[in-house]
């Protein structure tokens, strides 16, 4: 069964190698992120924007996640980093700049 999520944040993931990146999430997601930290999956996970705008490039990236990705469950035991298409890359860079993040 695919997610229907709505995305409210904006948060910096840090991956057990120190490397960094953006993702576009919502409270439930953040506290999975928050969980793989505790097991640890994943280094750091850091909430930079809560309430962003719903915005056509938020839509736009809350539709490919809802359709290609599931929520994982509390008993998750691998972090997994939602693959990004080029053309979806350039949706997360514009939701970035609308919140001025980047």
Known sequence: MK???????????????????????????????????QRGLIKEVRILQLNIPRSTSVIEYENYINQNFEMPEEKFDHFEEWTKTEKIGKTIKQILVENHIS
């Open 3 to 37: 997610s229907h999520e709505i995305l409210t944040l904006i948060e910096e993931i840090t991956r057990n190698d120190g490397t960094k990146y953006f993702e576009i999430s919502n409270m439930v997601q953040n506290g999975r992120a928050e969980l793989a930290v």
